[in-house]
């Protein structure tokens, strides 16, 4: 099984995405523009020991991981965790194209045409390879650095999960793992939920990424639902919006979280030295705190 | 469980598909497409019953209610067969492409007591329903000016939607049908239906057969002002970005997805808010769902649905008359902007034939003219000044 960090740094801080204000997104839209930016809030980052980058499959962090592969020594056991679809990339396209041209437009070869077309033979073999040339284009950037788990985003996970087509979650976990050697990991705003269905398809103990934050802002289903599935159904669970975009004040906010020995991984954003460090910082004490006895 | 019939696999008919079925009252039995392939999937992957034909769903796969999520312009059609059938219906936004059509069915719903909803999310989004309790309650007066916008970027070059609907006005397509109607029904939910449409202009930035841009000045019974400004071809907004801001005697309310900040006057309080800015946030004000896919109002709505299925319909989710006024809202844009002065062409010179009096009159008078006394003289005026900028 993979090892998977305490601490994970991620990247919504990077690409003007923020739950809470359009004008705090719009102020690091600016700032991080150029990819030197972002390399500089990720070299702060390794600096305070952080080795794991849980990153969309955004064009530029393309370019990130060109980077880190071609500077080896600087970012010794650097691991790149990423999550995919970018789906507002598809959203666009899928608007602009409509949904067949689209698909047409991201898998080589006549596969789309001989689905539409009704010629192949059976539907879920074609949705299945359709899945995996989707995956493979988006994996294509991070060939050569290390991706010990490679993330379903929520958007299409939840979805397939609403759908209720358990077995396509099933078929990406088997993909990743034997095309990258990677584990799947499953972010979700349905963790119970999620939880069950990757159970039923054999994932023994499904890598999770969901909201895990003291107010239950987008914790479908509550607080109390989250705990209860975290300490009784197998799982390796990451915590993400732990501050809840921000609603919570750090300390608080990570104190709670690391108060839950279930989770075993948390993923934080942020983009100066000063709140990495005092973020890493927090989430050490309390978990030293947790592990000394009174 | 409430059975349910969708039909249209597009983009919004996956997400309600998805969420109905996680849902623990909503059960979606049959789907219907006109697309084999997307019907051959859902069969094998989903094991639903589905059907080419719209009709024989209805007739055999004993349903209470239908979610219609097709192109616009066959909503009409597929409404009233449901509602006909004593079907409960869910509709995409916007209901129809004609007030008309749209207020024969409210009054087909109506007639037959049968839920009935268009996929208006906004009224589902914590900031904008605190927006209208707010308003509603009084909070900042007398309302004086409703703002509307939209912006984000669906059409991004010149060829953008070509083959797909959203490029075809008859069917629907443009700003004004997929942007605008969703911030009209939001200015209509916040503070009442415009009495009037002062003036109207749909642009286009890549389209050719519709326009990506919308603006509009309303008048509202009370004499309040509004505007409404689109756009779908603005690459500065990752997703579609929504905003509303109500000016009243007592302070403003600006809303979007995220915030809900209330400005009062000095001298002014309201419940736990005092004079100054009071900002809260989504985090705060959104109720939670049972199920999450792409926003909690999309889970919402369907809630809502459920609840009206039960007989238990509340105010703020709209109705298809609701949606009604929404359409003629749009309808009136259209005409206004349809009845204005040509667009010249951006950059050319003024090498058109200057306009004929009638033609003035008639522009003038959606520029207010009334307001200030006599159309003719007003005419008069642009026309003189129109002359000075040639010569």
Same mark, same amino acid.
């Given at each position: ?294 | 469980?409430?059975?349910? %019939? ?34 051959? %999937? ?21 349903? &209470?209610?239908?979610? *219609? ?85 669906? *059409?991004?070059?010149?060829?953008? %939607?070509?083959?797909? #609907? ?45 326009? &990506? ?18 756009? #779908? ?40 808010? &005092?004079?100054? #800015? ?49 359409? #003629? ?17 951006? %950059? ?44």
């Amino acid at each position: 099984m993979t090892a998977i960090d305490r601490i994970l740094f991620g990247d919504n801080q990077f690409f003007g995405v923020n739950h809470m204000s359009e004008e705090k997104a719009r102020a690091q839209q600016m700032r991080f523009r150029d990819t030197e930016a972002i390399i500089s809030v990720l070299d702060r980052a390794y600096d305070r020991g952080i080795r794991s980058f849980m990153c969309t499959t955004h064009d530029e962090i393309g370019k990130i991981a060109d980077y880190v592969a071609a500077n080896p020594t600087k970012y010794e056991g650097f691991k790149f965790l990423p999550g995919m679809p970018y789906a507002h990339k598809y959203a666009n396209m899928v608007g602009e194209m409509g949904m067949v041209d689209t698909l047409k437009a991201l898998t080589p070869g006549g596969l789309v045409d001989a689905m539409v077309r009704g010629a192949k033979s059976t539907v879920t073999r074609d949705l299945n390879e359709l899945m995996t040339m989707l995956v493979d284009a988006e994996m294509a950037r991070f060939s050569q650095v290390d991706t010990p788990v490679v993330f379903l985003q929520n958007v299409v996970a939840d979805m397939v999960l609403g759908l209720r087509s358990y077995d396509l979650l099933g078929a990406f976990a088997e993909h990743v793992k034997s095309q990258f050697g990677a584990e799947a990991g499953f972010f979700t705003m349905n963790m119970p939920l999620m939880v069950d269905a990757l159970h039923s398809v054999g994932i023994e103990e499904p890598i999770v990424c969901c909201n895990y934050n003291k107010i239950g802002f987008r914790m479908s289903g509550g607080i109390e639902a989250y705990d209860r599935a975290l300490a009784e159904k197998p799982m390796r669970c990451i915590a993400m919006s732990v501050l809840a975009s921000g609603a919570i004040p750090p300390a608080e906010a990570l104190e709670w979280v690391c108060e839950r020995p279930g989770i075993e991984s948390i993923v934080f954003g942020a983009s100066s030295d000063a709140n990495i460090a005092s973020t890493v910082g927090l989430i050490n004490d309390f978990d030293q705190r947790r592990l000394t006895p009174a | 469980m409430y059975r349910i %019939g969708l039909v249209g696999v597009g983009k919004m008919g996956v997400s309600h598909l998805a969420i109905a079925q996680a849902h623990p009252k909503l059960d979606c039995v049959a789907v219907c497409d006109s697309q084999a392939f997307v019907l051959a %999937g859902i069969r094998s992957q989903l094991g639903l019953e589905t059907y080419r034909s719209f009709e024989t769903m209805i007739a055999e796969a004993n349903l &209470d209610g239908v979610i *219609i999520s097709t192109p616009t312009s066959s909503h009409v059609t597929l409404a009233k067969q449901a509602l006909v059938a004593g079907l409960a219906v869910f509709v995409e936004k916007p209901l129809t492409l004609s007030a008309a059509d749209s207020q024969e069915l409210a009054a087909i719903a109506a007639e037959h007591n049968l839920a009935n909803q268009v996929g208006y999310h906004n009224r589902f989004i914590g900031t904008f329903r605190e927006t209208q309790r707010l308003v509603e309650a009084g909070a900042i007066g007398e309302v004086h000016h409703i703002d509307g916008r939209a912006f984000g970027q669906v *059409i991004t070059q010149p060829q953008g %939607g070509g083959r797909t #609907w959203r490029a075809k006005k008859a069917e629907g397509g443009g700003c004004l049908h997929d942007y605008a109607c969703h911030v009209i029904d939001l200015m209509n939910f916040v503070a009442g239906t415009p009495s009037e449409i002062t003036g109207a202009r749909l642009g286009q930035v890549h389209s050719t057969a519709v326009e &990506d841009t919308v603006y509009a000045l309303f008048n509202y019974p009370n004499g309040a002002v509004g505007t409404l400004e689109t756009n #779908w071809s603005d690459e500065a907004y990752r997703k579609m970005t929504t905003s509303v801001t109500v000016y009243g005697t007592h302070g403003k309310i600006f809303a979007d997805r995220q915030e809900c900040r209330l400005f009062l006057k000095p001298g002014h309080s309201f419940e736990k808010f &005092d004079s100054g #800015w009071n900002i809260r946030y989504i985090t705060e004000l959104q109720e939670p769902v049972s199920f999450y896919l792409r926003g909690e109002e999309y889970s919402a709505q369907l809630d809502h649905f459920a609840e009206a299925l039960a007989g238990n319909p509340s105010p703020e989710a709209g109705t298809f008359a609701t949606a009604a006024d929404a359409d #003629w809202v749009v309808e009136q844009i259209a005409a206004v902007h349809a009845s204005g002065p040509a667009p010249v062409a951006t %950059g050319a010179p003024a090498t058109v034939e200057p306009p004929t009096k009638d033609q003035l009159v008639a522009a003038a008078k959606h520029y207010g003219a009334q307001a200030v006394g006599s159309a003719k003289a007003l005419a008069n005026a642009v026309g003189t000044k129109l002359k000075g900028l040639r010569s």
